[in-house]
């Protein structure tokens, strides 16, 4: 049972509720369903196990205790229930008038703490990092300034790293841990982590622009997550495209020499 806020889930559905009501089913329901229990199209309705306004008000502000009590025949008895239960749908069309501005406006108020929450990862970027994520036009970088929340764990973890290389570029990606020898003499040596990126079929152009991107994200990796002291390589290689003559060649992309 998804027990995300309905407003929450509202929202990241993207969907036009403008012209919906709210229905407040009652807290009875959220033993068995979440707190949005549907968005009803054809009545367009938001249903909710959570109690209205009406529900939330003295039933004596609206309905006799003793009218039933009264009632000592069972048909009588009967006709009271029914009329009761007139009244009761009558109360809740009316209160639900209510609880649909109620909801509106929590729905306004969370889409306000959402763009909050949003632009919290800039904020303390900027005043806590000194760094001005709108300054970067690279994608990739921009996506990796957003780690530095979690540079703890991940600064110098040449074995996480790759994973998130992977993430952010979204391409085929290996990643292979060389020794760089640093001192024979006192064994010092550091693990220099080397990235093949497989992407087939870019023109000399389009290698170009893509080691660009890469040539400043692997920077920035370098800088901001990688031991003073490791040095990051990179290429991007097309190994299926066979050498024909003629067709266009790019050095240390899709030329291989045996």
């Known amino acids: 049972m998804d027990n995300t806020l309905a407003e929450m889930q509202i929202i990241q559905s993207g969907q036009d509720i403008h012209d919906y009501v709210a229905r407040y089913k009652g807290c009875f329901y959220r033993g068995y369903n979440a707190d949005l229990i549907k968005i009803n199209r054809v009545e367009k309705a938001i249903e909710l196990s959570r109690d209205g306004i009406m529900r939330n008000l003295p039933e004596s502000l609206f309905f006799n205790e003793q009218y039933l009590r009264d009632s000592s025949d069972e048909e009588v008895l009967k006709e009271r229930e029914s009329e009761l239960e007139v009244q009761r749908e009558q109360l809740s069309v009316f209160f639900e008038a ?80 060389v020794s760089r020898v640093v001192d024979e003499l006192k064994s010092i040596y550091y693990i220099e982590p080397q990235f093949v990126i497989y992407i087939e079929g870019l023109s000399t152009e389009e290698y170009r622009q893509r080691m660009d991107e890469y040539d400043e994200f692997f920077w920035y990796l370098e800088q901001w997550f990688m031991p003073f002291d490791c040095e ?27």
């Open 98 to 177: 209510f609880d649909t501005i109620l909801e509106r406006g929590l729905l306004e108020l969370h889409k306000c703490v959402d763009s909050i929450e949003c632009g919290k990862e800039e904020f303390v970027l900027k005043e806590m990092y000194d760094i001005d994520i709108h300054r970067f036009h690279n994608p990739y970088v921009c996506k990796l300034a957003r780690l530095l929340l979690d540079g703890d764990r991940l600064k110098g973890n040449i074995h996480l790293i790759p994973f998130f290389v992977k993430s952010i570029l979204d391409e085929n990606i290996s990643c292979r841990r």
């Open 232 to 258: 990051v390589d990179y290429c991007i290689k097309d190994i299926n495209q066979t050498f024909v003559l003629g067709h266009q060649m790019t050095l240390d992309y899709n030329v291989r020499f045996q």
